[in-house]
């Protein structure tokens, strides 16, 4: 079973930087797979999808709203993706996670049920 696990968050003050990482074990990313970011802030019920790559040919999408200050990332030797997060804004504390999933809809990519497999999501918070 592909297991992903995520690292990098932490707390920063507001107009700083973070690059999450995402690393895949157990099986590797294939050709057709997708791997998202999403977040949950507190006060959030569910997911929302902040960006995703396809690991194939390394199309990328983003949350409109949050192109320029995002951006993703793969290192296919290293099973790893990134997201790189410039000028933090206290808005984007949440728990960021990573999913993956195989023949992803790109016009649902940002679609929590789209995704099999899940990492355990790593904390960002930014202060004011």
């Known amino acids: 079973q592909l297991q992903l696990v995520e690292s990098g968050g932490g707390l920063v003050e507001s107009g700083g930087s973070l690059r999450l990482s995402c690393t895949a074990s157990?099986?590797?990313?294939?050709?057709?797979?997708?791997v998202g970011w999403f977040r949950q802030a507190p006060s959030e019920k569910g997911r929302e999808g902040v960006s995703?790559?396809?690991?194939?040919?390394?199309?990328?999408y983003y949350k409109e709203s949050l192109k320029g200050r995002f951006t993703i990332s793969r290192d296919n030797a290293k099973k790893t993706i990134y997201l790189q997060i410039n000028d933090l804004k206290p808005e984007d504390t949440a728990k960021y996670y990573c999913?993956?999933?195989?023949?992803?809809?790109?016009?649902?990519?940002?679609?929590?049920?789209?995704?099999?497999?899940w990492g355990q999501g790593t904390q960002v918070t930014v202060s004011s």
């Open positions: 999913a993956a999933g195989g023949y992803v809809n790109v016009a649902r990519w940002n679609s929590p049920d789209e995704y099999d497999d």
């Open positions: 157990g099986f590797s990313l294939g050709y057709f797979e997708t």
């Open positions: 995703c790559i396809q690991i194939g040919d390394g199309r990328t």
